[in-house]
């Protein structure tokens, strides 16, 4: 499964952005996916993930009520919808599918597939 990120950009705090997260070279209908973002210096850490039904889903809590994550398998994609945006929302967000799991993990080690960074920027 390849995947690839996109949609991060530059926003002004209270903005939003949508990022996507599309798999190509099989379908991950049954994989969990989710998103990770990095800073400088420090590990990737859990932003969201969702089940490979789209039913199950998780959020740190540093972003409930602001961000929503999706799917639609038809597509073979995954989608961040980051609304009320901070600065400290600033990060390369990753997305990564896990395709060993029944239940969604929450550390990174856990997912075998990963797509490249979208950079994300908040400014004040």
């Known amino acids: 499964v390849q995947l690839q990120a996109s949609g991060g950009g530059s926003v002004q705090a209270g903005g939003s952005l949508r990022l996507s997260c599309a798999a190509s070279?099989?379908?991950?209908?049954?994989?969990?996916v989710g998103w990770f973002r990095q800073t400088p210096g420090n590990e990737r850490e859990l932003v969201a993930a969702i089940s490979w039904s789209g039913v199950g889903t998780h959020y740190a809590d540093s972003v409930k009520g602001r961000f929503t994550i999706s799917r639609d398998n038809a597509k073979n994609t995954v989608y961040l919808q980051m609304n009320s945006l901070k600065p400290e929302d600033s990060a390369v967000y990753y997305c990564a599918a896990d395709g060993s799991s029944s239940a969604i993990q929450k550390v990174s080690n856990k997912y075998d597939y990963w797509g490249q960074g979208t950079q994300v920027t908040v400014s004040s």
């Open positions: 070279g099989r379908t991950f209908n049954s994989y969990a």
